[in-house]
């Protein structure tokens, strides 16, 4: 059994900045993490992908805004979130990245983040 614990969201304009922090615990920490966000009225999206190497990925709605990163010593995710948008309001998750590009583990809190215009 494992959990994932994401923090560093909150409310800020467009244009502005935040970082996202994912803490995983117990058997959670594998080849593939990432970020996912849900958007009221959408689906759950995965934005951001880093390999266990550092190899990442992105949506290309947040390409060249967003950067992933992974410390694998101490089994966490980042996400830096620049040049933020309104579009990206949503509550993001971390997860491990199945072989479909969904969700392996069962899903956190999440955190919000919402930018304003």
């Known amino acids: 059994q494992g959990h994932l614990v994401e923090s560093g969201g909150g409310l800020v304009q467009a244009g502005g900045s935040l970082r996202l922090t994912c803490a995983a615990s117990g058997s959670i920490f594998s080849n593939t993490m990432g970020w996912f966000r849900h958007a009221p009225g959408k689906q759950r999206e995965l934005v951001a992908s880093i390999t266990s190497g550092g190899n990442t990925n992105y949506a290309d709605s947040v390409k060249g805004r967003f950067t992933i990163s992974r410390d694998n010593g101490k089994k966490t995710v980042y996400l830096q979130m620049n040049s933020l948008k309104p579009e990206d309001t949503a509550v993001y998750y971390c997860?491990?990245?199945?072989?479909?590009?969904?969700?392996?583990?069962?899903w956190g809190q999440g955190t919000q983040v919402t930018v304003s215009s």
């Open positions: 997860n491990a990245v199945g072989p479909t590009g969904s969700g392996y583990y069962y």
